[in-house]
């Protein structure tokens, strides 16, 4: 071969080799880098979706709405202003109610602590809490009906006139007609937009819903902006993460694979021990520390109507529905909007059995020795195989032990939730105590 074809064929092989790779993410690099890099400056200004927005999150909302706040229960025209938005007229906002919208799926009753802290928090702000709950998770562990069998607890009767709750019986998990967990969310959202559409229509005005996780906990004054502003809707809120407690900040996107990411090599299927739930794809990265902290989201309730275009000269009116949604339903995000702490339960048993619900068989090395080394030091786990069958720890990165604002219950109550304060990472030792008194009815 000459010189000069060897140079020909030289500079081929490493054109190919450049254009290739380009090609194969060409997908991925046009919607982060060019989408952001041409991001207009109109959206940077004061508009519809707020004012200052910034660049959003990779993988989540491409725009960051800046989160502005005050002490005290002022709600002024200036705070709606300031985030771009126009202030609901007097009527708009005494009319128009707040709904929490809550689907309840731990493996262990440790989430009503969690759910504790968001009823207070939320008290004031929140006109009905809609709760569904089934005796199955959706990753197909058995489980009690949690909530049902302690709402009338003292701890939940301040709540009670709020709460519209509904049990959603499975089939057995060991039935070959048991569903698939993708199946069963979706049953539990069909239960839930049932839920709200039966009460919607009693309202004067279409509510404000929120869809989040009981382990996120919005701010109270995140709702009581929401309800005094006209905000974009639907608008995403960024939760700041914790894991085990609040003194340990965490971040999924900091993650290439979920904090507790678990061999995809078993198969995914609706009964408890079968192996990664990685496979399924149910609702990837929605529950505990796979979830990326702006999940959660507020929509004004819609059931009106549209005109769609379906050609040229032609269009047809179709019903507008809003649905339960834990996916990206919006370019938008509000900043700082509350908190959302993975895994923050008082005993290790609760830690275990939700982290082997999550992930499977992968999940059966866990040991209440390791959980408690994890909780103490803050970090998360990675299971390398099932071959293997072992864990290795990995360094959460960030430590709170300086200014920590936290759910306003949480301070109250703080002997009771002691675990999650810097310092109180031993499990077992220091537990919420049982309330046996009932609320008479």
Not at 177 to 188: D, G, H, I
Not at 281 to 303: C, F, I, K, N, Y
């Amino acid at each position: 071969m000459s010189h000069p074809t060897r140079r020909l064929t030289l500079i081929g092989l490493f054109m190919l080799a450049f254009t290739v790779p380009l090609i194969f993410y060409w997908y991925e690099i046009q919607n982060t880098v060019i989408e952001v890099a041409s991001v207009p400056l109109s959206y940077l200004s004061t508009n519809g979706a707020g004012a200052g927005v910034g660049v959003g999150i990779v993988g989540g909302p491409k725009f960051v709405v800046p989160h502005y706040y005050s002490e005290g229960p002022w709600m002024g025209p200036e705070i709606c202003e300031l985030h771009g938005w126009s202030a609901r007229a007097n009527e708009d906002a005494d009319e128009r109610e707040m709904w929490d919208a809550i689907i309840l799926d731990s493996a262990t009753e440790a989430e009503l602590e969690l759910l504790e802290i968001r009823l207070n928090e939320l008290h004031d702000v929140v006109d009905k809490v809609f709760i569904i709950e089934s005796n199955r998770t959706i990753n197909g562990s058995p489980k009690g009906y949690h909530f049902n069998e302690n709402r009338w607890r003292t701890r939940f009767a301040p709540f009670t006139q709020k709460i519209v709750y509904r049990s959603v019986p499975a089939i057995r998990i060991d039935s070959i007609r048991s569903p698939s967990p993708s199946a069963w969310y979706n049953r539990l959202r069909s239960e839930m937009n049932t839920l709200l559409r039966s009460r919607s229509s009693n309202t004067r005005r279409p509510p404000i819903v929120l869809f989040s996780d009981v382990t996120e906990i919005p701010k109270a004054h995140t709702i009581r902006l929401l309800r005094g502003c006209a905000f974009p809707t639907p608008l995403h809120l960024q939760m700041r993460e914790f894991m085990y407690s609040f003194e340990f900040p965490f971040s999924s996107s900091l993650l290439s694979s979920p904090s507790l990411s678990f061999s995809s090599s078993g198969s995914s299927s609706g009964s408890s021990g079968s192996g990664s739930r990685s496979g399924d794809d149910w609702m990837a990265g929605t529950r505990g520390a796979r979830g990326p902290g702006w999940l959660a989201q507020v929509h004004v309730w819609d059931t009106g109507t549209k005109l769609v275009k379906v050609g040229e000269n032609e269009a047809r009116i179709t019903r507008r529905r809003t649905e339960y949604s834990r996916d990206l339903e919006s370019d938008y995000v509000l900043a700082d909007s509350g908190w959302k702490c993975n895994y923050c339960y008082s005993g290790l048993s609760d830690l275990i059995a939700e982290m082997q619900d999550e992930f499977g068989a992968e999940a059966a090395t866990l040991t209440p020795e390791l959980m408690q080394e994890a909780v103490c030091a803050g970090t998360s786990f990675d299971v390398l195989s099932s071959k293997h069958k072992t864990v290795s720890p990995s360094k959460n990165p960030g430590l709170s032990n300086q200014s920590i604002v936290l759910p306003r219950y949480t301070i109250e109550a703080a002997k009771r939730f002691r675990h999650l304060f810097p310092g109180g990472c031993l499990r077992d030792t220091v537990k919420p105590e049982e309330d046996e008194e009932l609320e008479e009815l």
